[in-house]
């Protein structure tokens, strides 16, 4: 990641500069939590949602954090960037041991770590697959912990698939980087919050708008079977925006990517962040 832009402990530097201890507890312990903040036009996208989410997984993990500090090193890194278009990667990390041990000191400094690359946001169509969920129970704090999803992810990718979508006994979740929507009898739908659940922001964003527009989005439990009898379906997150998919590997499904309810959907949330 050469001449990629990045703040560090306060320090902003290249990102091949800076150096961090094997001994910080992300490295050992996967002990902090993130958060992807996009911009267009050189503007954050809900700004304030994406602080609230880390100030939350912070406190969840009893961690201190100056936000508002956190929000200016972030706007710097905006600042900083090459293109007007793009996202900003910020981790806060309870700190470094001397020696490694589950159990930690109040008197560890708490380490950040942020840096900003472009980004285009062209969504595009998903071949996915579904997969039973092995992730820890509290997947709604933005933890670093993703061995769950990396392992589940990068097996679908040898079945040549962008994505999962995740389920528990046959009860829908969410996918491996994003949520879920999809389209039932003609109303759009989407697994309820949960500790299983991240509360995505684009997910708040895009159910905000629709409400406004007089669309009803019912959140609720789903099964496969209501996936498999979806007429359309999509994916949602700060860097895909809404990404329709097309097929479902492994389960019988009938995916119709210029779906009007979908395409409404779509055209909806672009106008409102990506014009």
């Given at each position: ?102 159990m930690y000191s109040n008197t560890l400094q708490i380490e950040t770590f942020g840096y900003v690359i ?158």
């Amino acid at each position: 990641m050469d001449q990629v832009k990045a703040v560090f402990n306060g320090k902003f530097d290249l990102v091949e500069n800076i150096k961090i201890s094997p001994f910080s507890r992300a490295y050992t312990f996967s002990d902090s939590v993130y958060e992807v903040i996009p911009f267009f036009n050189s503007k954050p996208i809900a700004f304030s949602m994406h602080l609230e989410r880390l100030e939350y997984s912070s406190t969840e993990l009893a961690m201190n954090i100056e936000i508002e500090k956190v929000s200016g090193e972030i706007d710097n890194l905006i600042s900083s960037c090459d293109s007007n278009s793009g996202y900003v990667y910020y981790q806060i990390t309870r700190g470094v041991d001397n020696i490694r041990s589950h159990m930690y000191s109040n008197t560890l400094q708490i380490e950040t770590f942020g840096y900003v690359i472009p980004c285009s946001f062209e969504s595009r169509p998903l071949k996915v697959m579904v997969c039973e969920d092995i992730r820890w129970g509290r997947c709604n704090i933005k933890s670093t912990s993703l061995l769950g999803n990396v392992m589940s992810m990068n097996s679908a990718h040898k079945d040549n698939c962008d994505e999962v979508i995740m389920h528990k006994n046959n009860i829908l979740r969410e996918a491996g980087a994003s949520n879920l929507f999809f389209i039932k009898d003609y109303k759009i739908c989407t697994p309820a919050l949960s500790n299983n659940i991240l509360p995505g922001i684009t997910r708040a964003l895009l159910i905000t708008e629709l409400n406004k527009i007089g669309i009803e989005v019912i959140e609720d439990e789903f099964s496969l079977t209501d996936i498999s009898n979806a007429s359309s379906a999509w994916l949602t997150s700060s860097t895909k925006g809404l990404a329709p998919i097309y097929e479902i590997t492994n389960l019988k499904s009938n995916l119709n990517i210029k779906d009007p309810i979908f395409l409404k959907s779509k055209e909806v949330f672009d106008k409102k962040y990506f014009n």
